[in-house]
């Protein structure tokens, strides 16, 4: 079993400050799969001093030292995916095949990613008589969340190593065992003690003490607005770069002439994915008024095909991933219900032979208004409100009527037409009749989604700073 109760500090598994610890819990049938050492201040600084440290060392390597090391690490991500997946498939509850091809497939993939690009990335480059020169900011705290836990993780290490950045990774307490299987990976490519180190904890506990120290240039986090904002103010006084991917509430238009039979089931299926707990899922979808119960039809029909099960059985949708998000989840519902939005099917009832697990079924609301909380809330679970629009204007007004700007969704016959609609979107990403993203293109949000973009050379850009040297080209 994958220990969580150690912590990868200086190129040694330590033990932490003090001895207090958490369960790790599957959600599929409640039960304790492991513990997981809950970090201090004490625990903060050793692994900032081990970075600080090792920062000068690894800043000067080449490139092709940082690609030998980059490629390794694949590799080992690559070999031990089914592994990584598992741990997924537990600490959160991603049915088998989704934890081992998408979520443990994503290391692989931004490793792989950040590869190329490093290849040939220009860290030098002439404007005129000035030499630009692009170098790594320091010392980075990266903070993951538990819903693609893999992923997020893999966003920020891959680009910080290939940047030539040192850093303290703290994983989400929620769901830390992924982590620990990449730090046995970092060990094992025998990269430099303190380039990479991995502690746990929760929330502020320790997340204060790593955001807020004078020792730390950056922080990069992944999470709830909330943590975002309060992880902002307390980086403010030591002027650290703050990059944030926040939470979201994303918007589907479908056009009047747009492939409803596409369109309606891929809206649901995208919102259920990963049991709706994706910052971009697409959780409000927005039909003409004409074609409202031609849509709620095939929505309802979509929601009730998609198979509830535990995750070892391979279903398409397993438990909400925690017991304080499934508690929010089935408070939400209630409210939708209370607030006079129509359910069409789903609610908050357990489902017949998983009461054990956190499960809830796939929740489609209609005649949903824009007042409503389920409107303007982020649930992050299974459940899409259907809205009613009456001019592809009021359409793109009602998409915009959101605190969030992280994703769109338009659906259109022609690519035109849905590119018109993405065009006046205050989002950082749309995608156009159902296109996947890409993890070459910059991933991030608008508004109070974040402020940064991952993925690709945008994301190794994150990691970077920039260099006036005139006269020097
Ligand atoms: P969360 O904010 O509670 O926790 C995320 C991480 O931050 C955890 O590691 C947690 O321990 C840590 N944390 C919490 N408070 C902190 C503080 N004050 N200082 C330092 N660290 C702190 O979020 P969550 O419940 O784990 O994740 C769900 C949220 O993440 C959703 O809102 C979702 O939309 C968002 N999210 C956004 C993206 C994106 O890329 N935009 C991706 C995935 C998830």
């Known amino acids: 079993m994958v220990d969580a109760t150690r912590f990868y500090i200086d190129g040694r598994w330590v033990a932490p400050a003090d001895d207090a610890r958490a369960a790790v819990v599957d959600p599929?049938?409640?039960?304790v799969i492991g513990e997981v050492a809950l970090g201090g201040p004490a625990d903060a600084e050793a692994a900032i001093a081990a970075a600080r440290a090792a920062f000068p060392g690894w800043s000067a390597t080449t490139r092709e030292q940082r690609l030998e090391y980059l490629?390794?690490?694949?590799?080992?991500l690559i070999a031990r995916s089914d592994e990584i997946g598992n741990a997924i498939m537990r600490?959160?509850?991603a049915p088998r095949r989704l934890a081992r091809r998408a979520q443990a497939g994503s290391g692989p993939q931004h490793f792989g990613e950040v590869i190329r690009v490093l290849r040939d990335y220009p860290f030098e480059t002439p404007l005129g008589s000035t030499l630009l020169q692009r170098e790594a900011i320091g010392v980075c705290v990266l903070i993951t969340p538990w819903n693609?836990?893999?992923?997020?993780?893999?966003?920020k290490v891959a680009p910080a190593l290939a940047a030539g950045c040192t850093m303290v990774l703290k994983p989400s307490e929620l769901a830390p065992l992924d982590a620990v299987i990449l730090a046995e990976i970092i060990?094992?490519?025998?990269l430099p003690a303190g380039v990479f180190n991995l502690v746990h904890g929760s929330g502020a506990a320790i997340g204060d003490a790593l955001t807020g120290h004078p020792d730390v240039d950056m922080v990069s986090f992944t999470g709830s607005t909330r943590a975002g904002v309060a992880i902002a103010a307390n980086a403010a006084p030591t002027i650290k770069r703050v990059a944030l991917e926040l939470g979201g509430k994303s918007a589907c238009i479908v056009l009047p002439d747009a492939d409803f039979a596409k369109a309606i089931p891929a809206t649901v299926q995208g919102c259920m994915l990963n049991t709706?707990?994706?910052?971009n899922a697409p959780t409000r979808l927005m039909v003409p008024r004409a074609r409202l119960d031609d849509a709620c039809h095939l929505a309802k029909h979509a929601a009730e095909a998609i198979r509830l099960g535990m995750p070892i059985d391979d279903p398409d949708m397993g438990p909400v991933a925690n017991e304080a998000q499934y508690g929010r989840v089935i408070a939400m519902i209630d409210q939708a219900i209370s607030e006079g939005a129509t359910l069409l099917t789903g609610g908050s009832a357990p489902p017949a032979g998983l009461e054990r697990g956190l499960f809830v079924r796939p929740t489609v609301f209609c005649g949903v208004t824009p007042d409503m909380t389920i409107a303007r809330e982020e649930v992050f679970g299974p459940v899409l409100a259907i809205m009613a629009y009456d001019s592809v204007e009021e359409a793109v007004a009602l998409a915009n009527d959101s605190p969030y700007g992280?994703?769109?969704?338009?659906?259109?016959?022609t690519r035109d037409a849905a590119r018109a609609v993405a065009r006046q979107l205050r989002t950082g990403m749309v995608h156009l009749n159902g296109a996947p993203l890409d993890s070459a293109a910059p991933f991030g949000g608008y508004k109070m989604s974040g402020n940064g973009r991952e993925w690709g050379r945008f994301g190794l850009e994150e990691f970077l700073e920039i260099k006036s040297i005139y006269g020097g080209a």
């Open 91 to 93: 600490e959160m509850g």
């Open 276 to 279: 709706g707990q994706s910052c």
């Open 148 to 155: 693609w836990p893999m992923n997020q993780i893999a966003t």
């Open 71 to 76: 490629e390794a690490i694949n590799l080992a």
């Open 187 to 190: 060990d094992s490519v025998g």
């Open 406 to 413: 992280l994703s769109g969704y338009v659906w259109a016959e």
């Open 28 to 31: 599929a049938d409640r039960s």
